[in-house]
């Protein structure tokens, strides 16, 4: 599913009026991924596939199979690469990703799950969230 801008819009003037002087960018980022998610599961098809483009951010110190282990674990998920940027400045790792995530069989919640485990097992930080949500919260 596919959020339009005025509708993330409203959810984020919601989760700011829901957090008061509380609100901070990174809860209302929350707020709004949890309001995001619970959409998605609500409206998610009979085949469990979550549609839509995703930004995949990944950095850390540098070693081999970085890039190997995440692209192999997106490969099985059926998730189409569609631009990666990738940068190595001395000892450390940097890495974005535009990801299509409409032909995979998992969605994204599981796809970060696995990311997760393959961050911990290699010692990085990755991190997936959806292009709108990417797009909106950077305009704020």
């Not at 998610?44 to 951010?57: A, D, K, P, W």
């Amino acid at each position: 599913m596919r959020l339009s801008e005025d509708e993330i819009r409203q959810i984020t003037l919601s989760a700011i009026e829901e957090l008061g002087e509380k609100a901070s960018p990174e809860l209302v980022k929350k707020v709004v991924q949890r309001s995001v998610s619970k959409i998605e599961t609500s409206s998610r098809t009979e085949t469990n596939v979550t549609s839509g483009r995703v930004i995949l951010t990944a950095y850390g110190l540098n070693h081999p199979g970085i890039v190997s282990s995440i692209t192999k674990a997106l490969s099985d998920n059926n998730c189409d690469i569609q631009d990666i940027s990738q940068k190595i400045m001395q000892e450390f790792f940097s890495m974005i990703m535009l990801l299509d995530i409409t032909n995979s069989p998992r969605d994204l919640k599981e796809i970060q799950d696995e990311m997760s485990r393959i961050a911990n097992d290699l010692k990085i930080k990755i991190f997936m969230q959806h292009e709108d949500i990417f797009r909106f919260m950077h305009r704020i």
